[in-house]
RNA sequence: GGGGCCUUAGCUCAAUUGGCAGAGCACCGCCUUUGCAAGGCGGGGGUUAGGAGUUCGAUUCUCCUAGGCUCCA
């Protein structure tokens, strides 16, 4: 449709053409899309890409072209039914723009809620930083929540945002269901405090109502549904009044149209609006009768009353009305989308559908052949290229917000979504790379609303390939393992592969069990599913049980709330300050909150001001004391919890400590001035190589502590010898120039403009710190730094070694340790050289020489001990006893001989005597007080019955062992020797 | 955070109930030779991740530490 849709815009002239192309034309390059928050960067976000098109090569562009005709001609029915389905649902004159681009529907969103007093706000970055219980945005809302809390005061009273999201909990019902996706993107309006349900209903109207040609979604009045909460009267009223019939207005209850987040604080009831796709989706009766027919684009939320506590989703008092009255609002974009371009799914939407054309393209499947209503009837072979598509695009998205393939948190739900949709390509039948072929198809989709994602895809797609590359791997371990078990389960005559065995495939050696089902289907066997599920089970229990029984050892998130909402953000003043007064705000126990602690307790006490660092960025916490009253306590560590809340974890050590009280807090200066230094020098160590590797090397993590820091960064292989050497001399120069080091505090916007460098997962506020040494390097930082780069003395960079696939990771000293570093290094070489008596220039030449002597020296000594003790092998074999028709050979090896020579001589003389002339050979030996013995005979001997193993045990009591042919033991004090030899020639007469 | 598995030559991997640590590739030398991963002979290269224990004897069994893979939270 993207296609159609775009061909048919061009022909119907300024239609689909954004306004602000004419009004802004110089913007259009300058600007970086993507990034903008305030309302002057509109224009450039949504209007500034649009040429690029043009300029795409002709190939990929022809051979999707290709591709949608044969795909149309394939399913005229769907085509046709698609197209009707656009024209009943849209007033007459939105038909020439039928198939409005997602771009285009983001685009109307946040022009209409401009343009009615609304700040735009970008979208928050994927991973949610500021919860620590919540892995991914989830909601439109999750970064203006502290606003509705009350915790922070909003800067705007209108806000409007087009959010990514990302939800997991489902994503095995994903591509069987036409509504779940794990990432989608929320268009949402919001009033803090500002307006309510009047003009909420108004403005919602409005924007889907309004024609096409004025920049709504144009949709037919007729095919509008509303529902509100059972006792709304005032929203019914309000949807009365914009023109919504009483018959199309339905109340329902409080699990349907009853917000809160589950915890006290603002709730109130819904407003959803409900469109109808016609006939062809279900039966008539609205929203109550068929969600499937009458699709909810768009919950309005009014927050109008406060909660009290409450464990059920519906069962919790409510307290009152809020004094401050909101507004949140989420608009599905892929929903919207896929009504404006008459699709069935969000599947099918211009962003998302050329990944499931290019999928087909390579597995040689059809899409959608037996064309379904609703995708909950699909074909296998479509759900699993919907799992692609949406993975894909979700892969793309998370990497592109900062976010890497590992093993655990948000690194391991990307990890999953990447296996699932490279496994889903395998099921479909294509095992080559896959995702080298999908992503630059997810990018293209992408990028129109997204620029950042086609200037980044280089760091993009090297984490997405070299995940694919991981699992490949994983995956041939795997195919072995069952192909083994398979061949095993067929020899023993079995039909079934145990639940055991692709439980341990999956668990141990991450095949998926889709696969082992597949594979073993292929050669004819079933798999136990059960006992794999019961298995699963098991683990999943497990888990849970531990993190139970650990989670109530915690302080929960609930004291820090309270403690950050008795009284806002806490002060940090240690950028200026190493001590102050201040005074405690609250302490945390073990259960919570408390009031005192006394003598020897751990306690965690909030300050309202503290000069205390608190661990982040990589930069170590801040130690030292804080005097209460008549108490003093030692601060062992300092962490925040939640955002603008500074946590010192201390033990009392004197006296009580209250809260309510004041104080003097004071942080150890030397411990301090140290891990300043090391982050200084972690900040030139990047930029430095930077200036050798290149822009690429980029920052994965740090470690800045006392003396020392640890700087992992992006790089494709090792970090040769010889950069490392120039690295860090240059860093060492630059702390010779004596730069000043310059922290301010600016605006996002300046901070770019400076070239200053951001990290990736990093969320900024709009006001961001900037440190800066002299020109040399600027980054944005909260940390601590030295004054100038002349007091950091001196860095050392000790090591490089790889942490992962591409990254690498460097430690250094900085300052006094690193000179002792070098001092102790210095009288090492002096050492060595004394007692080599060479120059120190010297000693590396002959500490070679000298290994190479010894070990020549030691292969000589070993060679001539060997023939000493193999030596009298001849003379040995001539002198056998004959015991009953066996030839025996007792004696005892030189004292000290090796146990190899032992064993070989036992071999030697062996080998002297016939083949069909049975031979045992017992050779005893001593060494370091203990006896030890070794048996050899040869084939004519164990066929008489013999074996060297029985004859060592005999003699040794059990205290040996080895095979028929040669066995050794020992472990008896060295004067038993002789005994040994003894007991064994016994056994040989006496067999 | 919890569970399973792995770590052996520069690389990829072998090594039977615990009993002489090997192969292929790579490297070095010599020879042969000029055709797509050339061939032949010879050679160097190992604290079997590190530590402790059990044992006459540990790459192998047990425990601890480090690193990696993987599943579940």
Known sequence: ???????????????????????????????????????????????????????????????????????????????????????????????????????????????????????????????????????????????????????????????????????????????????????????????????????????????????IEAGGFGIDQEKIWATVYLDDDESIGFWRAVG????????????????????????????????????AYGREGGPEVDEDRYMEIWNNVFMQYERGPGTDKENYPILGELPAQNIDTGMGLERMASIMQGVDNLYEIDEVRPLIDKACELTGKRYNVSHTTTAAESHPDDVRLRVIADHVRTS???????????????????????????????????????????????????????????????????????????????????????????????????????????????????????????????????????????????????????????????????????????????????????????????????????????????????????????????????????????????????????????????????????????????????????ISRAHTATHLVHQTMRNFLGGSATQAGSLNAPGRLRFDFNTPGAVPASVLTDVEQQVNEVLMSDLEVRAFVTSQAEAKRLGAMALFGEKYGEYVRVVEVGEYARELCGGTHAARSGQLGLVKILSEASIGSGVRRVDALVGMDAFRHLAKEHLLVSRLAELYRVPREEVGDRVEQTVSQLRDAERELEKMRAQLVLGGAAALAEGALDLGGVAYVGTEAPEGAAVNDVRTLAQEVRGRFPADRPAVVAVAARANGKASLIVAINDAAKSRGLSAQDLVKGALSGRGGGNADLAQGGGVPADQAPHLLGAVQAAVQTR
């Open 1 to 211: 449709m993207a296609r159609g849709g775009h061909r048919r815009r061009r022909r119907g002239g300024a239609v689909g053409d954004p306004p602000g192309a004419q009004v802004h034309p110089g913007r259009a390059g300058r600007d970086r899309p993507g990034i903008h928050w305030s309302r002057r960067g509109l224009g450039a976000k949504l209007y500034g890409r649009r040429p690029r098109r043009h300029g795409r090569p002709r190939g990929p562009a022809l051979r999707r072209l290709r591709g949608r005709r044969v795909d149309r001609a394939r399913r005229p029915a769907l085509g046709a039914r698609g197209r009707q389905q656009v024209l009943s649902v849209q007033a007459a004159a939105g038909r020439r723009a039928a198939a409005m681009r997602t771009a285009e529907v983001k685009r109307r969103f946040l022009a209409h809620f401009e343009a009615n007093g609304h700040t735009v706000v970008p979208s928050a970055p994927l991973p949610a930083i500021d919860d620590p219980n919540l892995l991914f945005v989830n909601a439109g809302m999750v970064q203006f929540v502290p606003y509705f809390l009350g915790q922070q005061t909003p800067p705007f009273r209108r806000a409007v945002s087009v959010q990514k999201c990302i939800r997991t909990p489902d994503i095995d019902e994903v591509g069987k269901t036409s509504r779940h996706g794990t990432f989608f993107q929320m268009n949402g309006n919001f009033s803090f405090g500002d307006y309510f349900k009047e003009e909420a209903i108004r403005l919602s109207w409005d924007l889907i109502t309004k024609p």
């Open 244 to 279: 919504l019939p009483a018959e199309r207005i339905v109340r329902r209850g409080k699990a349907d149209n009853f917000w809160s987040m589950g915890i006290p604080g603002p709730c109130g009831p819904c407003s959803e609006i409900y469109v109808d796709r016609g006939p």
């Open 396 to 674: 793309l998205m998370l990497i592109g917000d900062g976010v890497t393939p590992s093993n655990e948190g948000r690194g391991y739900v990307l990890r999953r979504i990447m296996r699932r949709a490279i496994r889903a390509m395998r099921l479909l039948g294509y095992e080559d790379p896959a995702l080298p072929e999908l992503l630059p198809v997810a990018r293209d989709s992408m990028s129109p609303s997204y620029p950042e994602i086609a200037t980044d895809f280089g760091r993009i797609s090297q984490y997405a390939y070299a995940e694919e590359e991981a699992f490949r791997s994983t995956l041939r371990a795997g195919t072995t393992i069952l192909d083994v078990a398979v061949a095993d389960t067929k020899k023993s005559g079995g039909k079934t592969l145990t639940g055991d065995k692709a439980f341990q495939l999956h668990d141990t050696y991450g095949f998926p069990i889709d696969l082992t089902l597949e594979i073993a289907a292929e050669q004819g066997l079933s798999v136990d599913t059960d006992g794999f599920k019961r298995l699963m089970a098991e683990q999943r229990k497990r888990a849970k049980a531990d993190a139970q029984a650990r989670k109530t050892g915690h302080a929960d998130l609930s004291a820090y709330r309270g403690a950050l909402d008795a009284g806002g953000a806490v002060e940090f003043t240690g950028y200026a300050e190493v001590s102050r007064e201040s005074k405690v705000r609250a302490l945390i126990g073990s259960g919570g909150l408390i009031t005192s602690a006394g003598e020897g307790e751990l306690v965690e006490v909030v300050l309202d001001v503290t000069p205390f660092y608190a661990e982040g960025g990589g930069q170590l916490p801040d130690l030292g004391l804080i005097t209460v009253g008549g108490g003093k306590v030692e601060v062992l560590d300092v962490q925040q919890p939640l955002p603008g809340l500074i946590v010192h974890k201390a033990r009392v050590v004197e006296g009580e400590v209250r809260s309510g009280e004041a104080g003097y807090a004071q942080i150890d200066v030397e411990r301090r001035r140290a």
